[in-house]
């Protein structure tokens, strides 16, 4: 389309990015944020550290009484989710659908008595993870929407390393110094090449977690549209077993978890129990995954009338499930120990600067010179600029906040604090509109760092066991506020570099007022009309 | 693109019409492709669905580049939509030659 | 085990970038103020994928094929990421720290050589 591929490439590479650059961004952060989703869940739920952690003996009791809750409150339901009690979440997770269209139940028990765990209602880190996927939309939109911008952002990718001529020779090029178009580019060129592998590998392996929600054309052509049966024989899941329309008594859950647990060495990490109440219902007990990159449970089926056990699943995937569930496995990265995961979560940073360097380069290359009338929408670009890349992380800052801050008997508590996240996003991304430039983003920055701080004190003063007050309590809290300790200096430290940036660029626009009248017509980079100026070089 | 002036309606309307055809062709070349060879990669069903379901997003990803690299939107028309043509055919005699 | 491992990783990667970086003249001009002579080009290099190599070799012995290679990437990133701001705010640095990586990364290395 342009003269040479490479052009092509460049101009293909500069608008996908700039269109899903800000859903991108917001993908890429709660993304990153979701390699510590358990962390952040048993942050969010402080009341876990005085809960003692259940005995393996007694999953099979705390199993029953899940089901006899189910039973009272779930009883049409076509499947019941039984997360058990784990070390670092101590309680019954009880999930189950009603009806379409209707928001699914959702409860956590205490596993010792049955009744509804004392916990501050809160979605927890999986608010942050669920919106990586569904941007907080109804599931089939916003899976949609996300794989829509991760395809672009796959293009983006391609096309990015096409036009990036010298790609080895400034492989470790970092000029700060220079313009800013040029330390912008350099920033933009670093991060996305340093982390290239992972940024290709996490947007490949985002796509292919949800492939048959985007592509179910396979399963259409070769399965006559039944999925089950295609992840059945791909030795993902137990043979599903349709319901005889016959009631019968579903049997104590009791003994399957006790054959469950001594017949696998892996914990057991929930029971799926699909129709209840059903001649034809199956009790299946999920597992842990074994120590690998590949995304698998182990998982043993049992009859749910007799307790008599149907199938065992485990392992014998064939090369192509299997690469499928290895791929599922890179992007979640479970397997990752502590200091593997803070790696990936570096990388997870960077591919947020990548997608930030490169926003705030395509309106640099598209501010106007000294006198010229900047081009309708620029305004709004910069605004949503500054609303997304500072705005997001000020959204979760203050999600944390209203965490720690709300009243914890509030009815509908755990809306509020996504009220609360979604309502600071937008006053951050309205504000710009009225402020100067330069100043919006320090002032955001600065807002940023501010929200960080108070969530540690937030946390200082209203956790009672918190390690800095006592000297034991849980290492969670510490390490938490220590790390958004990091996040505040960070960003201080980008509202002052932002700060800074203002003399230099005044000197040269009043060094270049006196301008000549007429526009100087040999000079390729100021036609008439507002033409972006080249960011590549 | 020219290099100076201010892009025509008609240049706007060339840039449109390969994004239509990037996403529309891109889609529906990637499931035509997946479809196929799910029915047709001699290996078990399961496999053949996984192996065709994985390509499918890089096929998407080459056709958006090919439009996008093409010299006229007409050959990348002709070019995208005759493979759609091709493995839909194909697709077709795989299904048995009517449709059930 | 794993942290010994990732250490050796860190360290070995570190110093082989160093080293490729300083094989690119605008690299070691920045650092030595002078550029590099095709003998030390090539020396350079050649430790710098020698390092790296070994860094795979390293990952891959001590934590299986699968999670070894993810490993070695991982540490290649973070290590790049470090270079890249030490050259951007301390190009002096650079060498000394390289050194330094070196001799951090040989004493898991024995470790690990002595318990294999």
Request: hydrophobic fraction near 55%; charged fraction near 15%.
């Amino acid at each position: 389309m342009k003269a040479s591929f490479r052009q092509s490439m460049a101009w293909l590479h500069t608008w996908s990015g700039l269109i899903v650059g800000w859903v991108l961004f917001a993908i890429f952060v709660t993304g990153t944020a979701s390699y510590y989703r358990p962390d952040i869940s048993r942050w969010m739920r402080p009341e876990f550290t005085q809960v003692e952690p259940v005995d393996a003996a007694a999953l099979g009791a705390a199993a029953e009484r899940a089901v006899a809750h189910l039973g009272q409150h779930a009883a049409k339901a076509r499947t019941w989710f039984i997360g058990l009690p784990q070390a670092d979440k101590p309680v019954l997770d009880l999930f189950w659908r009603t009806r379409p269209g209707e928001p699914p139940g959702h409860v956590l028990l205490d596993p010792r008595t049955g009744a509804e765990a004392a916990v501050r209602d809160t979605q927890g880190g999986d608010f942050l993870y669920r919106f990586h996927f569904e941007l907080h939309m109804p599931p089939l939109w916003g899976r949609w929407v996300v794989g829509l911008c991760a395809m672009i952002m796959l293009v983006a990718l391609i096309s990015g390393i096409v036009t990036h001529k010298r790609i080895f020779a400034d492989f470790f090029t970092f000029r700060r110094d220079k313009a800013p178009r040029r330390s912008w580019l350099d920033a933009h060129n670093v991060t996305g090449v340093l982390a290239l592998p992972f940024h290709l590998m996490i947007t490949y392996t985002g796509i292919v977690t949800l492939a048959t929600f985007y592509m179910p054309w396979g399963v259409t052509a070769a399965y006559k549209g039944n999925a089950q049966a295609f992840f059945s024989e791909a030795s993902w899941i137990t043979t599903p077993r349709p319901p005889a329309n016959r009631p019968a008594a579903l049997a104590p859950v009791g003994p399957m978890v006790e054959r469950a647990r001594a017949a696998r060495p892996e914990p057991l990490e929930r029971l799926m129990i699909v129709n209840p109440g059903d001649a034809n219902a199956t009790v299946v007990a999920v597992f842990e995954e074994p120590h690998g990159l590949s995304h698998e449970h182990p998982q043993i089926a049992f009859d749910g009338v007799s307790g008599e056990i149907l199938e065992v699943r485990d392992g014998g995937l064939k090369p192509a499930a299997k690469t499928f569930t290895v791929m599922t496995g890179l992007h979640e990265g479970h397997f990752a120990g502590p200091l593997l995961r803070l790696l990936f979560f570096l990388c997870g940073l960077m591919g947020c600067a990548m997608v930030a360097t490169g926003v705030v380069l395509w309106s640099l290359a598209r501010l106007p010179k000294a006198g010229e009338r900047p081009f309708l929408g620029l305004r709004l670009v910069q605004a949503l600029n500054v609303g997304s890349i500072a705005g997001l992380p000020a959204a979760v800052a203050v999600y944390f906040l209203a965490n720690r801050l709300l009243p914890l008997d509030l009815a509908g508590r755990e809306q509020w604090e996504i009220r609360a996240f979604f309502g600071a996003w937008i006053v951050a991304a309205l504000v710009p509109l009225a402020r100067p430039q330069r100043r919006a983003w320090c002032e955001e920055l600065a807002a940023v760092s501010v929200l960080c701080l108070a969530v540690v004190a937030a946390d200082l003063l209203t956790i009672p066991d918190h390690p800095l007050r006592l000297g034991g309590g849980d290492p969670l809290f510490a390490w938490f506020d220590a790390a958004m300790l990091l996040l505040a200096a960070l960003f201080a430290l980008a509202a002052r570099k932002m700060l800074r940036y203002e003399a230099p660029k005044r000197d040269r626009a009043r060094g270049a007022k006196p301008a000549p009248v007429t526009a100087p017509a040999a000079s390729p980079a100021r036609p008439p009309a507002r033409r972006p100026e080249p960011t590549h070089a | 693109m020219a290099a100076q002036g201010r892009t025509t309606v008609r240049e706007r309307a060339s840039v449109a019409g390969r994004v239509v055809l990037a996403a529309g062709g891109g889609y529906g070349v990637a499931a035509l492709a997946t479809a196929l060879l799910s029915l047709t990669l001699p290996m078990a069903r399961s496999e053949a669905v996984a192996t065709a379901t994985l390509l499918s997003f890089a096929v998407m990803a080459g056709i958006v580049v090919l439009v996008f690299s093409t010299r006229t939107l007409l050959r990348a028309l002709l070019t995208v939509g005759g493979a759609a043509l091709v493995l839909g055919a194909l697709l077709w005699l795989a299904m048995g030659g009517s449709r059930p | 085990m794993t942290p010994l491992v990732l250490a050796a990783n860190l360290g070995l990667s570190f110093a082989a970038l160093a080293a490729l970086c300083l094989s690119l003249n605008r690299h070691h001009a920045e650092v030595f103020d002078r550029k590099a002579e095709r003998a030390a080009v090539l020396r350079l290099r050649a430790f710098g994928w020698a390092a790296i190599t070994l860094s795979l070799f390293v990952a891959g012995l001590w934590e299986g094929w699968a999670f070894g290679p993810v490993q070695w990437i991982g540490a290649l990133t973070g290590a790049a990421l470090g270079l890249v701001l030490l050259l951007s705010y301390r190009p002096r640095y650079v060498a000394p720290a390289a050194l330094a990586a070196l001799v951090a990364a040989a004493l898991p290395l024995s470790i690990l050589a002595v318990s294999a």
